[in-house]
Antibody, heavy 119, light 106 residues
Framework: EVQLVESGGGLVQPGGSLRLSCAAS????????MNWVRQAPGKGLEWVSY????????HYAESVKGRFTISRDTAKKSLYLQMNSLRVEDTAVYYC????????????WGQGTLVTVSS | IQLTQSPSSLSASVGDRVTITCRAS??????LAWYQQKPGKDPKLLIY???TLQSGVPSRFSGSGSGTDFTLTISSLQPEDFATYYC?????????FGQGTKLEIK
């Protein structure tokens, strides 16, 4: 069974940093691209970042570019999101999401971890 | 690429046939997926590649379209189908989602 379990969320002050982790199991992590998607309270889904197999290709939403860094560790079967210079508008549930081959969809989602940026 | 869903909300009854549309601001071939999200839950993949049903999803869900215009159809609404639906394009980065369609019980 595919499982994606996020951790690392919490309350942080504006300008602060947080590192999210996602532990993957039930599939061959090294052979899938991965994404982070977020959802602000009461709002829709917003794609945040993408990392390809082998970390060869990385993309970010304009709203987080230069502040967030995505990475992966194949040996640990883990995905990460380093979030710096956090803003109030970064408050959201962050989902770790597996991408199906050929960019056809995001087929497995974690349960999400809540990040709250507030003073 | 902007995705515009319509309607933004919809009231319907059990047994109704419902159609949600998603229009892309430029052509995305068939790189479109549909998701269902219930309150407090993570999204669930329903349709990928515009018209392919994800394994385990009931056959009352179907998708169609290519290029810029896409539809999600639920042939006969069931009580468990009341949720919010999102389309997403994976043709190019940044990936984008539609604003969502909230399907409510009439």
């Amino acid at each position: 069974e595919v499982q994606l379990v996020e951790s690392g969320g919490g309350l942080v002050q504006p300008g602060g940093s947080l590192r999210l982790s996602c532990a993957a199991s039930g599939f061959t992590f090294s052979t899938y691209s991965m994404n982070w998607v977020r959802q602000a309270p009461g709002k829709g889904l917003e794609w945040v970042s993408y990392i390809s197999i082998g970390s060869r290709t990385i993309h970010y939403a304009e709203s987080v570019k230069g502040r967030f860094t995505i990475s992966r560790d194949t040996a640990k079967k883990s995905l990460y999101l380093q979030m710096n210079s956090l803003r109030v508008e970064d408050t959201a549930v962050y989902y770790c999401v597996r991408e199906r081959e050929y960019s056809s969809s995001l087929d497995y989602w974690g349960q999400g971890t809540l990040v709250t940026v507030s003073s | 690429i902007q995705l515009t869903q319509s309607p933004s909300s919809l009231s319907a009854s059990v047994g109704d046939r419902v159609t949600i549309t998603c229009r892309a601001s430029q052509g995305i071939s068939s790189y479109l997926a549909w998701y269902q999200q219930k309150p407090g839950k993570d999204p669930k993949l329903l349709i990928y590649a515009a018209s392919t049903l994800q394994s385990g999803v009931p056959s009352r869900f179907s998708g169609s379209g290519s290029g810029t215009d896409f539809t999600l159809t639920i042939s006969s609404l069931q009580p468990e189908d009341f949720a919010t639906y999102y389309c997403q394009q994976l043709n190019s980065f940044p990936y984008t989602f539609g604003q969502g369609t909230k399907l409510e019980i009439k």
